[in-house]
């Protein structure tokens, strides 16, 4: 029996949202496969949706993810943010 999928939250879509940020093999995952890498963590998505995160392999999404990368390393969470 094929594993029921449901549309995100919106917490649940900042939630991968932040982890693509933080990760970039997830970040990847996502921008080459949204449908799947969604369907992985149960989740299914809309035609909207996954424009939207196909979107993401733009050039500004990864200039921030690499620029929280280098934020966290210099002073790591909690005290990045101070």
Do not use: C, Y
């Amino acid at each position: 029996m094929a594993p029921l999928l449901r549309s995100p939250t919106t917490e649940e879509v900042q939630s991968i949202l932040g982890r693509a940020l933080l990760d970039a093999d997830f970040r990847k995952q996502l921008i080459d496969n949204p449908t799947h890498t969604l369907s992985i963590l149960g989740f299914t998505a809309s035609p909207n949706a996954l424009a939207f995160f196909s979107k993401l392999g733009g050039q500004s999404f990864t200039t921030a993810a690499g620029d929280l990368e280098a934020h966290i390393a210099a002073a790591p969470l909690p005290h990045s943010w101070d």
